[in-house]
């Protein structure tokens, strides 16, 4: 899978457009960008996923550039409940075996009222 | 409501007395993996299981096992616990290797001493 690159840390005003960048410039063809998110030592929880279009649902959008080599993750409008460690991860849709998640250091995001 | 759930939320033990940590999931998944986490080693596969009475290592075994004898549940088991077990568990389910997402449950947290 390839390697992704986060910044560590950024903060988020409430109520204001979180955008998390993701670098992944080794992606290949048959890899997808997933995004996932880990509120304090809670389960991490799965934001959404694309492979070259751009991605749109109900918690987040998800823009990806036109030779796949970086992403971002838009959060519209950022509440309180929204501050936690955000992973972006490049994967084949089909594992051979395991379908194991691997995350990287993540973005961890604070919003501030 | 779809959900993944584990017990015990926290558990503190000694060296070498056996326990286990009971996943289950009413989604009806084929998919069942078991996780650890720890600062700075991120999220590491233990074991997975891609349907009833199927189950495979994972990146980390050792010193544990597990079980599938039904499609709802997956339990951890420890042995032996050592302190170098100690470590915030999480139990993750999927539809099967070809799902996009993965459910996390809310973690175990697990102090060996």
């Known amino acids: 899978d390839a390697k992704t690159t986060q910044p560590p840390s950024m903060d988020c005003a409430e109520g204001r457009a979180a955008n998390l960048p993701c670098n992944h410039s080794?992606?290949?063809?048959?890899?997808?960008v997933y995004w996932y998110r880990q509120i304090h030592s809670q389960g991490p929880q799965y934001i959404i996923h694309?492979?070259?279009n751009n991605e749109t649902n109900e918690m987040a959008s998800l823009i990806i550039t036109e030779d796949r080599k970086s992403s971002t993750l838009i959060l519209p409008h950022a509440t309180l409940r929204d501050t936690a460690v955000y992973y972006c991860?490049?994967?084949?849709?089909?594992?051979?075996?395991?379908?194991?998640?691997?995350f990287g250091g993540g973005t961890r995001v604070l919003v501030k009222p | 409501e779809a959900q993944v759930t584990q017990n015990p939320r926290y558990l503190i033990t000694v060296t070498g007395k056996k326990l286990t940590v009971t996943c289950s999931q009413n989604?009806?998944?084929?998919?069942m993996s078991w996780y650890r986490q720890d600062p700075g080693l991120g999220l590491r596969q233990i074991y997975y299981?891609?349907?009833?009475?199927?189950?495979d290592k994972g990146d980390v075994p050792e010193g544990y096992k597990v079980s599938r004898k039904e499609k709802r549940n997956f339990p951890l088991i420890l042995e032996s616990p050592s302190p170098n077990q100690t470590s915030l568990y999480f139990c993750?389910?999927?539809?099967?290797?070809?799902?996009?997402?993965?459910?996390f449950g809310p973690g175990t947290r697990l102090l060996v001493l």
């Open positions: 993750a389910s999927s539809f099967g290797l070809l799902a996009e997402t993965q459910y």
């Open positions: 694309g492979l070259k």
């Open positions: 299981s891609m349907n009833v009475e199927v189950t």
């Open positions: 991860i490049v994967r084949t849709s089909f594992k051979a075996a395991g379908n194991k998640l691997t």
């Open positions: 989604m009806n998944h084929e998919y």
């Open positions: 080794t992606i290949s063809g048959n890899e997808y």
